[in-house]
T-cell receptor, first 112, second 115 residues
Framework: SQQGEEDPQALSIQEGENATMNCSYKTSINNLQWYRQNSGRGLVHLILIRSNEREKHSGRLRVTLDTSKKSSSLLITASRAADTASYFCATAENTGFQKLVFGTGTRLLVSP | DGGITQSPKYLFRKEGQNVTLSCEQNLNHDAMYWYRQDPGQGLRLIYYSQIVNDFQKGDIAEGYSVSREKKESFPLTVTSAQKNPTAFYLC??????????????FGPGTRLTVL
């Protein structure tokens, strides 16, 4: 079963605006990762945040993690048309092999 | 260039046929994975392998088989027992980090269609 649930399912904004996507999960995790997928392509890793971290930045990306609420958010600032893609959160379980469990994704459309 | 390759990009299968999807990596990663992606459902894990000659079932292994005879190769066979094989298949690899396995690197995918 899939652990991550993402919200919203789809998001449409104008270039220059910020985009925020949320992810909720159900069990204890070692880390949470965000990936990007352009249509019909493979996934590209964006950022990883560990369970003992609360916030992480990478360029125009900002990720927060609230383990008490079992939720994470991905903020893309000053969006560009090239940011148009699907974004997935994935949680690594806290025991054993730490398989990744992916959410259903948020489809982001950034219009010029 | 280091990376993961998958072939073919598109594959068409008749009902009742077995097909094998190729996945090769030159990243020297120990772990490899196969995922299935259906529209609106995200990725679901089919099989994974932590090391050569070892693999485990994921969440949806029924109707699929794999082998891991070489570190760089992890082929997936979609058998006739898989009732709904039409999907986008993604292969990935990763290396263990300081406290577990870190990010996964994905191939470009194979789109399988059953005719």
């Amino acid at each position: 079963s899939q652990q991550g649930e993402e919200d919203p399912q789809a998001l449409s904004i104008q270039e220059g605006e910020n985009a925020t996507m949320n992810c909720s999960y159900k069990t204890s995790i070692n880390n949470l990762q965000w990936y990007r997928q352009n249509s019909g392509r493979g996934l590209v890793h964006l950022i990883l945040i560990r369970s003992n971290e609360r916030e992480k930045h990478s360029g125009r990306l900002r990720v927060t993690l609230d383990t008490s609420k079992k939720s994470s958010s991905l903020l893309i600032t000053a969006s560009r048309a090239a940011d148009t893609a699907s974004y997935f959160c994935a949680t690594a379980e806290n025991t054993g092999f730490q398989k990744l469990v992916f959410g259903t994704g948020t489809r982001l459309l950034v219009s010029p | 260039d280091g990376g993961i390759t998958q072939s073919p990009k598109y594959l068409f299968r008749k009902e009742g046929q077995n097909v094998t999807l190729s996945c090769e990596q030159n990243l020297n990663h120990d772990a490899m994975y196969w995922y299935r992606q259906d529209p609106g459902q995200g990725l679901r894990l089919i099989y994974y392998s932590q090391i050569v000659n070892d693999f485990q079932k994921g969440d949806i292994a029924e109707g699929y088989s794999v082998s891991r005879e070489k570190k760089e190769s992890f082929p997936l066979t979609v058998t006739s027992a898989q009732k709904n094989p039409t999907a986008f298949y993604l292969c990935a690899s990763s290396m263990p980090g300081g406290s577990g396995y870190n990010e996964q690197f994905f191939g470009p995918g194979t789109r399988l269609t059953v005719l």
